[in-house]
């Protein structure tokens, strides 16, 4: 397509609940990162991407996140046993250029707004 | 840690007058600097980046930021506000502690009000 597609845009979770956050890229784009940006902050990193291979991971806050690209395309971010804190809005950004592209900004997905009651 | 400041939570001004966004980064090496801007409900849209050479770099929708190392500063301009411009603006950074791929790292954000 022709910009990153999030969905759902808006999710509503009852604590404990786990969900599903899916990130579909623009088309062949190499490099796949998931923030997260919580009520008045800037976003912050969570996870990178290399095609399949998820290269980083170093900004997941705890066990209960997990992200996959199986086929180096789509990429799922899924948060099990949600907690209040988790609330925030995720965003996924996809990039044309893989390890070399260091100074390269990426394209933003809308993001998913996570609540969680 | 890497950390990129931005001292202004929110800037109010009148449309047609001048703009000033204030950034700092902390990383002393070569940096690679980004504005971006967020609009109610969407993604981060790229305005303008840094890489090297000219200090002084264009962006889209009128904008532009100049590079200055002794003062660790990569603040936004805009000679002439429109209604339009108001908005959330986040300045970043890419380095990361050297890794290649280019992870970000975010100031909290400037919101911008724009009164007419």
């Known amino acids: 397509g022709a910009g990153v597609s999030q969905s759902p845009r808006y999710k509503v979770a009852k604590r404990g609940q786990d969900v599903a956050l899916r990130c579909d890229p623009i088309s062949g784009h190499v490099s796949l990162f998931w923030y997260q940006q919580a009520l008045g902050q800037g976003p912050e990193f969570l996870t990178y991407f290399q095609n399949e291979a998820q290269l980083d991971k170093s900004g997941l806050p705890s066990d209960r996140f997990f992200a996959e690209r199986p086929e180096g395309s789509v990429s799922t971010l899924k948060i099990q046993r949600t907690q209040q804190e988790d609330s925030a809005v995720y965003l996924c950004?996809?990039?044309?250029?893989?390890?070399?592209?260091?100074?390269?900004?990426?394209?933003f997905g809308s993001g998913t707004r996570l609540t969680v009651v | 840690a890497q950390s990129v400041t931005q001292p202004d939570i929110h800037i109010t001004v009148s449309e047609g007058a001048s703009l000033e966004l204030r950034c700092n980064y902390s990383?002393?090496?070569?940096?690679?600097l980004f504005w971006y801007v967020q609009s109610p409900g969407q993604g981060l849209q790229l305005l303008l980046k840094?890489?090297?050479?000219?200090?002084l770099v264009q962006g889209i929708k009128g904008f532009e930021a100049e590079f200055k190392r002794s003062q660790s500063s990569f603040n936004l301009r805009k000679p002439s506000v429109h209604w339009s411009d108001a908005a959330e603006y986040f300045c970043a950074e890419n380095n990361a502690g050297g890794t290649s791929y280019g992870k970000l790292t975010f100031g909290q954000g400037t919101i911008l009000t724009v009164h007419p």
């Open positions: 840094y890489f090297s050479g000219d200090t």
């Open positions: 990383y002393g090496a070569t940096p690679y």
């Open positions: 950004a996809s990039s044309l250029v893989g390890r070399q592209g260091r100074g390269y900004g990426y394209t």
